[in-house]
């Protein structure tokens, strides 16, 4: 959809014009899964599709939300702006963001018309609510004049996943669609929060995403079991040597720990984060140094840790990067984001493109009965203001 054919939307949904446009993206994580949450490094970045936030003043004392996508609607008295809606509301998202401006004592004087559209694929693994989440704080931000910086405001949408949608995810997902940049990755540590941007400048290869169509199911279950799994090992290490975070293991260290971990599920979610910390801290310096082919191998290492170890991948993702594997041209193929369904992120060799897509979409097919969809992944900007 175009802007004009959004602020037509919103005059067909409200009979009145929007007074401000915002945008924040979705993400893809190219390497550095399930670290987040563990203090360790992240590598996402922020892409060209992701969620606006079209909206206008009312004189209604009324929170008012709608969505293109979704036929749902709601209409909120500001007096209610801090209560979780039930049955798994979308509307919780933007309000789960509201009610933390609420709780920092950020005072509402009247109400808001809110219109959404995405056009990241939902339960795709690319992060769409986090998108919805940083559009939101992004635009309260702005209109109510609290100044927060973007890191802040990626905390609020992080706070408003843990509170409203009962996810108890980590930081990487609404800090890159916070400070995302156009043609860049962000590499993060999520102890400590400092980033750099490292270009993504790559020759004749390009970043395909591919969509398993099979919903991730990112809710407070299986994801959740793993963050206790990984807070289950801290405990039992610290016993031997004190530690906060996974992330503090280098993997010599872990190799004296380990058999304090007497959980073996545990003992393998630990392998696998401590494992992944050194792949990303390794992928960003062969990135740096143009060993492209070492940063595919990297990922497909990531991809088998997270199948093996840490048992988020499934079937899907399973089949979708391990055709993957077989094609020449593919420096490497791995699982994006949370798993359990969602997509992979593959780095391709131009030429091999078209047969990758090929040859992947076919023996997805032969596999699991399911359709693949495959981006090219355009890497853009942050939250901003489109109007
Ligand atoms: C989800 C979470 C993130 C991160 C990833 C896995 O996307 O929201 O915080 O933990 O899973 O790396």
Same mark, same amino acid.
């Given at each position: ?17 929007? /007074?401000? #446009? ?28 992701? %969620? ?20 749902? %609607? ?9 209560? !979780? ?34 056009? !990241?694929?939902?339960?795709? $693994? ?9 559009? %939101? ?8 004049? %609290?100044?927060?910086?973007? /890191?802040?405001?990626?905390? &609020?949408?992080?706070?408003? =996943? ?17 400070? $995302? ?18 270009? #993504? ?7 395909? &995403? ?26 039992? #290490? ?20 380990? /058999?304090?971990?007497?959980?073996? !599920? ?7 984060? !401590? ?14 140094? $143009? ?30 990067? =391990? ?18 369904? $969602? ?7 131009? =030429?091999?493109?078209? /047969? ?9 097919? =032969? ?8 981006? &090219? ?11």
């Amino acid at each position: 959809m175009t802007i004009e054919q959004l602020t037509s939307a919103y005059k067909a949904a409200y009979q009145k014009s929007a /007074t401000d #446009i915002f945008f924040s993206p979705g993400r893809v994580n190219l390497i550095g899964e399930h670290t987040d949450y563990n203090g360790g490094f992240v590598f996402p970045c922020a892409l060209s599709f992701g %969620t606006y936030l079209l909206m206008a003043p009312n004189d209604e004392q009324k929170m008012n939300f709608r969505s293109l996508n979704i036929d749902a %609607t709601y209409s909120l008295p500001l007096t209610q702006l801090t209560e !979780v809606l039930p049955n798994k509301a979308w509307a919780n998202y933007p309000l789960g963001v509201i009610a933390q401006f609420i709780k920092r004592g950020v005072a509402l004087t009247h109400g808001y018309d809110i219109l959404f559209w995405g056009n !990241v694929p939902a339960g795709a $693994g690319l992060s769409s609510s986090a998108a919805m989440e940083v559009v %939101t704080a992004f635009a309260f931000n702005e209109l109510l004049g %609290t100044g927060y910086d973007r /890191t802040e405001l990626a905390k &609020i949408g992080q706070k408003a =996943e843990h509170e409203f949608a009962g996810v108890m995810c980590g930081i990487m997902d609404q800090f890159a669609s916070a400070q $995302g940049k156009q043609d860049h990755a962000i590499y993060l540590n999520c102890d400590t929060l400092h980033f750099d941007l490292v270009p #993504i400048k790559l020759e004749g290869i390009k970043v395909v &995403i591919a969509n398993t169509h099979s919903p991730h199911h990112l809710d407070s279950g299986a994801y959740n079991d793993r963050v206790r799994q990984c807070q289950l090992a801290v405990q039992q #290490i610290s016993a031997v040597r004190p530690i906060k975070n996974l992330a503090e293991l280098s993997q010599a260290d872990f190799l004296q720990v380990e /058999t304090v971990i007497t959980d073996p !599920v545990a003992h393998r979610r630990a392998r696998h984060v !401590v494992g992944e910390v050194q792949r990303t801290m390794d992928a960003v310096q062969a990135l740096q140094q $143009g060993n492209i082919e070492l940063f595919g191998q990297l990922m497909t290492q990531s991809h088998i840790s997270l199948r093996d170890d840490y048992e988020v991948t499934g079937p899907q993702l399973d089949a979708l990067a =391990e055709a993957a594997w077989k094609i020449d041209g593919v420096l490497g193929s791995r699982m994006t984001g949370g798993g359990f369904g $969602g997509c992979t992120v593959s780095l391709v060799k131009d =030429e091999a493109i078209p /047969t990758f897509i090929e040859r992947v979409g076919k023996e997805y097919t =032969e596999k699991t009965g399911l359709k693949a969809d495959f981006y &090219i992944a355009e890497i853009g900007d942050g939250a901003h203001r489109v109007r």
